[in-house]
């Protein structure tokens, strides 16, 4: 799985559900900018952090994950 895809498909969801980056790492328990490198590709998320983002944003893990 390419991470820039996962990257965008975090940041769009996030943007569509209306959580700013603080209001989602917060919920998630991780730090902002954590989740910026993460949304930014500099980063990859384990799949841990994955089903935290998935579970707050009301999503299925897969489709984070999911081939376009």
């Known amino acids: 799985m390419e991470k820039n ?3 965008q498909r975090i940041r769009a969801y996030r943007k569509l559900k209306g959580y700013t980056q603080n209001e989602l790492a917060v919920k998630i328990g991780i730090s902002i ?4 490198s993460i949304e930014r ?8 952090t994955i089903q935290l ?3 707050a944003l009301y ?9 376009l």
Request: hydrophobic letters at 30%.
């Open 53 to 55: 983002i998935s579970e």
């Open 33 to 36: 900018s954590k989740l910026g």
């Open 5 to 7: 895809r996962v990257a």
């Open 41 to 48: 590709g500099s980063i990859k998320p384990d799949e841990k």
């Open 59 to 67: 999503i299925d893990a897969d489709e984070l994950k999911s081939e």
